[in-house]
């Protein structure tokens, strides 16, 4: 006879605990454990059987791992916030006598650690258990960018502290700064929401959702004790990881911070970032504006002695990581790519790879911008910049920092401009180039020399790493559609931005290029029949082939192996066709090209069809349930790769119009 | 004299003879019995007000010898004599002492001090504790305390190579023959990935890779697809709430006819429960011509009737439960058909899912498809993490007539704030809480105190 069990000794109701069970084991108030439970990433879970931990469970309790419980006994925050339990409840014991002054003393012991030797906690330790490696830490980003971006937009109210707004605003910023070193910016998206950014560190890619300025209204219901702590752990977190990617590329954090300019409205511009070992030479403003004016030869001399040292740095990391390739059999992900090498000494120098022809990073690296007042500044001062720009003016209503605050500026090459086109002035004033020497420019004028464009070119050229044609975003032109970059086009889905060649499937281009052949064909005969053609007719053929076609598919199907045959019923359909039409039969007239594609495509029909039959055996082997799945999912794609090469079609009429008429 | 008396208690001082014990040096000392002095002290009082004490007096001021009758007062006095209202004499009598003066004088005169004109200096207290901070500390108490963590710049690299640490602690430890401690190891359940919210138990991306539509000049196809969709949920979620309201309207009606139906057999049960009554009382109306030649039935004794009675209170009693019963029954017997009738629509609305699913779903790129989606189309599990349920998305769309290509004029959707606490839920990261701002208000009693009532008039 086995032994036998008592009851409540294994299984779920050891290892699960009830959240009141996890409070009392550990002593704290229940916001206490949420924050705890929050920093040390422990989270609520869920037991096969809830009956089976406990019989007093309802639906609503929550539960815990025992183990992750037990091992947050031996958290060192867990005696900070027993202080803070006793502390409490010295106060209310003295505010219970009366003793006002008494509570109010032990308070102020409490908050004043240089007075009493207890240090404030921080969340250090925290970070390094949380995320072993950087990677990690670098993968969590996400959610961690999105928050502290949100909360350095929101107003300050008792709930969101004005010191921790100002504290995530300024690691935001630094964080920002480390992406326009690094030109690590891939991506963004102006959404309905915010705008979406995407940036690739050491081969993850972060995306993060920053608000709208001025936008964020504080509601009810978000709990924002649980958003705070989120804020102060992530707070922690991105610090550290500054730390990491500022010395990753031999800066020194953190940067310079200047508060006037800050309070000013300098945003980026109130940072000044310095090299790590030349801090007691001098200093580099690695984000000055319009640094190129005004290079000091020494600082210069600096800067090429730091970039210097940082390539040979990266080179020695490399060669270890190649190292550590080798020695692990596993490859890390780089950001470069592969270099060719001669194998023998004094071989052919070889054509090295690059990612295009321009460095995307360098875009914008050749213009001067200016921000007209309208248009929001914090976004496209960050992108411009991130993607090479160095030189950026705007307003001064928009805060300090500027290269320029002169709108006239000569060097200015392209104004960012929003406002809508007025038509009065047009009409009153002409072109704005006849007064080159007016000081003011009136509404609608513009400086010669100079490229206006939307805000919306700025992110489309970034997010196709190309530099867009500013006349399709000129002040007042239609925009065309701002799509969203980290959508992938399936593939066969129609794509209006690629050409046909690029999107079609080989069935549609074949199809495409008999009906030319046989359009090409009639007109010759009906040039040589009659000399007027109406296109309403032609409109009317080409429906009648298109039915003939549609029908001759149809015998196809049915028989499969007679090749012969049916290139004699096809012979024969034409000949009907032509009958019809009382034209002259043009069997004969078919080039070699033609009968060429004619038989690939009916190569393509078989082994389509070679395809479906495959497939309709496959789907014997499902069971009822997933194979009405299954053929539900084929009717829609179906339906939608139809819808497809309708679009397709379309357009490749209207192409075809447009060559006939050039 | 009419003097204000509590209702409980003599209103006096307790006194010596009813302590029942003596026991210590203190008892002696204590409520000494001063109804004597107090009595004395009373009555001087009394004599005070009515003029003057008595043994201060002489006796000529007390006494006087009358020697003939006064004539005249026959005369004064009307024929009736007419005793005055006792009202009318407690408010005649006059107190022989001055009252106090009510007016104001001078702070000089009061005191009697001549000042050298300089104010004396308020003596500020040092301890001294303001209304905001004493509140303050008030919150405090009750574990409302600011934040304590102390968020301070970076100063070392957290990820720094751990070999490095490891070479340090062996350092350490040739110097150090002391037994080290072993540090707790994180169990494996602490790596585990928490419980997301969707239905496929996939965890959800931080920030879901926004598509064409939510673009703020989004292209036509991508905005009119998605406004579409739209539109089919908001129907779709209006059937829902109608037909819910159909339902209940159709439980209510239901449960008021069964009461009804059971009212009614209250009744009827009640009516046949006095004809039965009748047989106890041994007085059949069929029987009576025999009975007339029998013996009258012997008196009943007492026993007898309250055997009958408690008979009869044991089959009212019986009778009530049966009828509760039945009710009941009939309740539940509509229970269980709105029940059936949810389960099926449960149903209906699971296949419709499901087929939706399969028609938005890709057979080929199954995984890419889950990356791609939204926050808004994800599908949630049926169980619910902890007590509230997850709130509601926002609907993050502009409507067509808002739809705006320029930037400037881009009336942003959403609110992030929500959103953001909304995908911590999602993902499982805490559960969800709602906020109830009326929780730790304590309940209050109105009574009315008594104190106003608690006297005679003596």
Not at chain 1, 559 to 580: G, P, Y
């Amino acid at each position: 006879m086995p032994k036998i069990k008592k009851k409540g000794q294994a299984g779920a109701a050891k290892n699960y605990i009830t959240r009141t069970q996890a409070v009392k084991k550990l002593q704290l108030s229940l916001p206490d454990f949420r924050k705890l439970c929050i920093w040390k990433g422990i989270y609520p879970r869920e037991p096969r059987n809830k009956k089976k931990v406990s019989k007093s469970v309802t639906a609503s309790t929550t539960f815990y791992y025992t183990k992750d419980i037990q091992y947050l006994l031996h958290e060192p925050l867990l005696q900070k916030f027993r202080d803070q339990k006793v502390l409490e409840k010295k106060i209310s014991r003295a505010l219970g006598r009366g003793d006002v002054s008494d509570a109010a003393r032990f308070e102020r012991h409490a908050a004043r650690p240089e007075a009493t030797g207890k240090p404030r906690y921080t969340l250090n330790h925290v970070i390094r258990e949380r995320y072993p490696t950087f990677n990690d830490a670098l993968r969590d980003l996400d959610d961690c960018l999105s928050m502290l971006f949100l909360f350095a937009n929101l107003p300050s109210t008792s709930a969101v502290p004005a010191k921790m707004i100002a504290r995530c605003e300024r690691l935001c910023l630094e964080f920002q700064h480390y992406l326009i070193v690094s030109h690590s910016l891939r991506k963004s998206f102006l959404s309905i929401k915010g705008i979406y950014y995407q940036a690739n560190i050491q081969g993850e890619d972060i995306l993060w959702l920053v608000p709208y300025k001025f936008n964020q209204r504080i509601v009810g219901d978000v709990d924002f004790r649980i958003m705070g702590t989120f804020v102060e752990f992530y707070m922690t977190l991105l610090g550290f990881v500054n730390y990491r990617l500022y010395s990753s590329i031999g800066l020194k954090y953190p940067p310079k911070f200047d508060q006037l300019k800050d309070e000013n409205g300098a945003e980026l511009g109130a940072f000044s970032l310095e090299g790590v070992n030349m801090a007691t030479q001098g200093e580099t403003q690695a984000v000055a504006n319009g640094e190129e004016q005004q290079v000091d030869p020494k600082v210069q001399a600096e800067v090429d002695k730091i970039i210097k040292q940082l390539k040979e740095d990266e080179s020695k990391s490399d060669e270890t990581a190649e190292e550590d390739a080798e020695a692990d059999d596993e490859e890390k992900p780089t950001d470069s790519i592969d270099k060719f090498e001669p194998v023998a000494p004094g071989g052919d120098v070889l054509p090295q790879p690059a990612y295009s022809g321009t460095d995307p990073s360098q875009l914008f690296a050749n213009f001067t911008f200016y921000l007209s007042r309208e248009t929001p500044r914090q976004p496209l001062e960050f992108i411009l910049r991130a993607f090479g720009c160095k030189r950026i003016g705007w307003d001064s209503v928009l805060g300090e920092g500027a290269f320029t605050n002169d709108e006239s500026d000569p060097s200015i090459t392209h104004h960012v401009i929003d406002r809508p086109v007025v038509q009065a002035a047009t009409s009153e004033e002409g072109d704005g180039e006849d007064n080159q020497t007016a000081q003011k420019v009136g509404p609608n004028q513009r400086y010669p020399g100079r490229i206006y464009v939307q805000p919306q070119w700025v992110w489309d050229c970034v997010n196709d790493e190309e530099l867009k044609s500013p006349e399709l975003y000129a002040p007042g032109a239609a925009l065309p559609p701002h799509l969203s970059p980290f959508v992938k086009a399936a593939p066969g889905q129609y794509d209006p931005t690629l050409p046909l060649e690029a999107q079609q499937t080989e069935a549609e281009a074949i199809e495409a290029d008999l009906e030319d052949a046989k359009e090409g064909a009639e007109e010759g005969s009906d040039i040589e029949n009659d000399m007027d053609v109406d296109e309403a007719e032609d409109d009317e053929e080409e429906e009648e082939e298109d039915d003939a076609e549609a029908d001759a598919e149809e015998d196809e199907e049915g028989d499969v192996e007679e090749d012969e045959e049916e290139s004699k019923t096809l012979q024969r359909q034409l000949e009907l066709e032509a009958e019809l039409q009382g034209k002259k039969v043009q069997n004969k007239k078919v080039d070699p090209k033609t009968k060429s594609k004619l038989e690939h495509r009916k190569a393509l029909e078989k082994k389509a069809k070679e395809e479906a039959e495959d497939l309709e055996r496959a789907k014997g082997m499902l069971s009822k349930k997933k194979r009405k799945l299954f053929e539900q999912m084929q009717y829609t794609n179906n339906k939608k790769s139809a819808q497809d090469e309708k679009l397709r079609a379309k357009r490749r009429k209207l192409e075809k119009e447009k060559a006939q008429k050039a | 004299m009419p003097v204000l008396k509590p209702l409980s208690g003599d209103g006096q001082a307790p006194k010596q003879f009813k302590q029942p014990s003596r026991k210590g040096k203190k008892a002696w000392r204590k409520n000494v019995d001063v109804t004597e002095v107090e009595q004395g002290l009373d009555e001087l009082n009394a004599q005070i007000i009515k003029g003057g004490v008595i043994a201060e007096k002489k006796s000529e001021e007390l006494f006087a010898i009358d020697v003939k009758p006064d004539t005249e007062i026959t005369k004064k006095l009307p024929k009736q004599f007419k005793k005055p209202l006792k009202a009318d004499e407690i408010l005649a009598q006059r107190s022989a002492v001055p009252a106090v003066s009510l007016k104001k004088r001078p702070a000089s005169e009061t005191s009697g001090k001549v000042t050298d004109g300089v104010l004396p200096s308020k003596r500020l207290r040092a301890t001294y504790v303001t209304h905001k901070e004493l509140t303050r500390l008030k919150r405090v108490a009750d574990g409302h305390h600011t934040t304590t963590v102390e968020v301070v710049d970076a100063t070392f690299d957290a990820w720094a190579d751990p070999e490095e640490d490891k070479k340090k602690q062996m350092e350490e430890s040739l110097y150090n023959f002391l037994p080290k401690v072993d540090k707790a190891k994180a169990p494996k359940t602490l790596a585990q990935q928490p419980i997301s919210l969707a239905a496929t138990g996939k965890q959800l991306p931080a920030v879901p890779k926004p598509k064409g539509d939510k673009s703020y000049n989004p292209a036509f196809t991508d905005y009119s697809e998605r406004y579409q969709s739209e539109l089919r949920k908001a129907e779709e979620a209006e059937r829902k709430r109608l037909e819910e309201l159909e339902k209940e309207r159709l439980k209510a009606e239901a449960a008021a006819k069964s009461r009804a139906e059971a009212e009614a057999a209250e009744k009827r049960a009640e009516l046949s429960e006095w004809e039965d009554d009748s047989a106890w009382e041994g007085a059949e109306s069929d029987a009576d011509g025999l009975s007339s030649k029998k013996k009258r039935p012997e008196r009943k004794t007492q026993a007898q009737r309250n055997k009958i009675k408690r008979r009869k209170a044991e089959e009212q009693r019986l009778k009530h439960e049966a009828a509760i019963k039945k009710k009941e029954a009939e309740v539940a017997r509509v229970k269980h058909i709105a029940k059936e009738l949810e389960l099926a629509e449960k149903e209906r609305q699971l296949a419709l899912q499901k087929a939706e699913k399969a028609a938005n779903n890709n057979p080929g790129d199954d995984t890419a498809s889950l990356e791609e989606e939204d926050d808004d189309d994800v599908e949630l599990r049926r169980r619910q993490l902890g007590k509230f349920k997850l709130p509601e998305k926002d609907l993050e769309l502009v409507l067509p007539d808002e739809l705006q290509d320029s930037l400037r004029l881009l009336k942003p959707e959403g609110n992030l704030l929500k959103d953001r606490y909304r995908n911590l839920l999602l993902r499982g990261k805490v559960e969800a809480r709602r906020h109830n701002p009326y929780k730790k208000q304590a309940k209050k009693q109105i009574t009315e105190k008594w104190t106003f009532k608690d006297f005679t008039l003596q």
